[in-house]
C-alpha cells in the first residue's frame, strides 16, 4: 500500500520555523516529481511548492517564495518543507504529494497521483 505521511507540523509564533517532512513507503517515488499544497479553513487547496524527481528543478508559490524551501533525499524517500518566518496567512493542514506521470515539477494540484493526509500548521500573531 503506497502511502504519504506528513510530519513536522504544529503550533509556532508569527516569525518562527517548522520543517515538514513526508515520508513515502510502498513504493519509491525517486524518479517522481513531488509537491507541496496546503489548505487553511475555508479556503481551497492550493500549490506551496514543488521538486523535481533530482531536486535540480523547485517552484514556489509567490507568497511563499524566498520564506520556504523545499528539498528532497531519494535515499530516504522523504520530501521536505523548511518554512521560515511564517505568518498567520501561512496557517493550514499541509499536504504533500507524488505526481508519478511527470519527472519536473508542476503546480496544478490535479496532476498529482497520490496524497498524504496533511498536518497542521498553526502559527499565532
Known amino acids: 500500500q503506497v502511502q504519504l505521511v506528513e510530519s513536522g507540523g504544529g503550533l509556532v509564533q508569527a516569525g518562527g520555523s517548522l520543517r515538514l517532512s513526508c515520508a513515502a513507503s510502498g513504493r519509491t517515488f525517486n524518479t517522481d516529481a513531488m509537491g507541496w499544497f496546503r489548505q487553511a479553513r475555508g479556503k481551497d487547496r492550493e500549490f506551496v511548492a514543488a521538486i523535481s524527481w533530482n531536486g535540480n528543478s523547485v517552484h514556489y508559490a509567490d507568497s511563499v517564495k524566498g520564506r520556504f524551501t523545499i528539498s528532497r533525499d531519494n535515499a530516504k524517500n522523504t520530501v521536505y518543507l523548511q518554512m521560515n518566518s511564517l505568518n498567520a496567512e501561512d496557517t493550514a493542514v499541509y499536504y504533500c504529494?507524488?505526481?508519478?506521470?511527470?519527472?519536473?515539477?508542476?503546480?496544478?494540484?490535479?496532476?498529482?497521483?497520490?496524497w498524504g493526509q496533511g498536518t497542521q500548521v498553526t502559527v499565532s500573531s
Open positions: 504529494a507524488a505526481d508519478i506521470d511527470h519527472d519536473k515539477p508542476t503546480i496544478v494540484a490535479g496532476s498529482y497521483d497520490y
